[in-house]
């Protein structure tokens, strides 16, 4: 069956905004270094004002993702929740000029502006981030279009937005119309905290509606309650068909059926380890998308992963193809 999109994601449509600060200013802003804050819109408005010579990019988890599967020639579209406004223009131009379709047009009915994540880079490399969910969070059904979830052979979704009622009920309205036309519905996790505060819907839309779940050791381990990884993958096996840890430099586990896969790791140490693990479902989809058998499909993860974390932001710099191709992955 031909459908008009390979891979379609619905994630928080988040502008990263990057500067280089030295310490004196982020001291005088009050910006803790080397993390990630959440900010409320008038500190995000101030923050952003403060910038200097800044650099804005596309980003947010499955927009990275996207970013990385297209680049491999698949057709892809990013559904999510932007402002009418510069930002949110922005986002939307660059993200069809990268080459993703993009089928939610800004709106006028939101109060918040575009999601935005001010990104201070200091001489030593430090990257100190300033979140502010804006209109992205927002997301709801409303943004939901069956008709293009139903063009979709593969759906991934942002646990991320799941913080919201009306992201809950979203992404089972997608879900459902992916899977009803034959398409596969995944789910990346996205968070430790973010399964902490709902663990219990988490597993129900897993249960009812994922083909696929990718989430790191903390994530699977948080979502059972467990201090054993072998536990959390049994548990989820038996209720989804298809489940993948990552465990940073140690092999990737990936369970499907009867089978359990161990995909080796060659540890590294990051440059920027900012989009590991939307470079990881990057390389991982794309080899379920083009008909890959489960251990290749681990090795392009890992392989994706492995080229981000080598330099310095979330997306790849070396034609992913390129990489695929040094490591027999082609």
């Known amino acids: 069956m031909t459908k008009k999109y390979d891979v379609v994601g619905i994630g928080n449509a988040i502008v990263d905004v ?54 491999l020639g698949l057709s892809t579209a990013f559904v999510g929740r932007v402002k ?22 800004p709106t006028d009915d939101d109060a918040n502006p575009t999601s935005r994540s001010m990104i201070f880079v200091s001489p030593d490399g430090e990257r100190s981030m300033n979140t502010y969910l804006g209109a992205g969070a927002e997301f709801s059904d409303d943004d939901v279009d ?16 799941f913080d919201k009622d009306k992201g ?22 996205s968070d430790p905290f973010c399964v902490d505060r709902h663990r219990e819907s988490f597993k129900q839309l897993i249960e009812d509606e994922m083909d696929f779940v990718i989430g790191n050791e903390h994530e699977w381990k948080s979502l059972y309650e467990t201090d054993d990884l072998a536990t959390a993958m049994q548990e ?8 993948v840890c990552t465990r940073s430099g140690d092999p990737v586990v990936i369970r499907a059926d009867d089978q ?71």
Do not use: W
């Not at 510069?86 to 939610?104: D, K, V």
């Not at 989820?236 to 489940?243: E, G, H, N, S, T």
């Open 18 to 71: 990057i500067s280089q600060s030295d310490d004196q200013f982020l001291a005088n802003m009050g910006i803790s270094k080397g993390i990630m804050q959440l900010v409320e819109r008038e500190r995000a408005e101030l923050l952003y004002a403060a910038m200097q010579n800044r650099v804005q990019a596309p980003g947010g988890s499955v927009g990275n993702t996207l970013a990385g599967i297209g680049s």
């Open 84 to 105: 009418n406004d510069p930002l949110g223009q922005f986002y939307e131009e660059q993200m069809i000029e990268e080459g993703t379709a993009f089928p939610n047009p």
């Open 146 to 161: 069956p008709a293009v979830m139903e063009e979709a052979r593969f759906l991934f979704l942002e646990g991320y937005l």
């Open 168 to 189: 809950k009920s979203a992404f089972r309205a997608a879900a459902a119309a992916c899977r009803h036309a034959g398409g596969q519905a995944g789910l990346s996790l």
């Open 236 to 243: 989820v096996a038996m209720v989804c068909p298809l489940v």
């Open 260 to 330: 359990e896969i161990h995909v080796p790791v060659k540890e590294t140490t990051p440059v920027d380890a900012t989009g590991a693990g939307d470079q990881f479902a990057a390389g991982f989809i794309y080899g379920l998308a083009s008909g890959k058998d489960l251990e290749t499909s681990g090795k392009m993860g890992v392989a994706a992963a492995s080229e981000v974390i080598g330099h310095i932001g979330p997306r790849p710099k070396r034609p992913l193809k390129v990489v695929f191709a040094e490591q027999g992955l082609s």
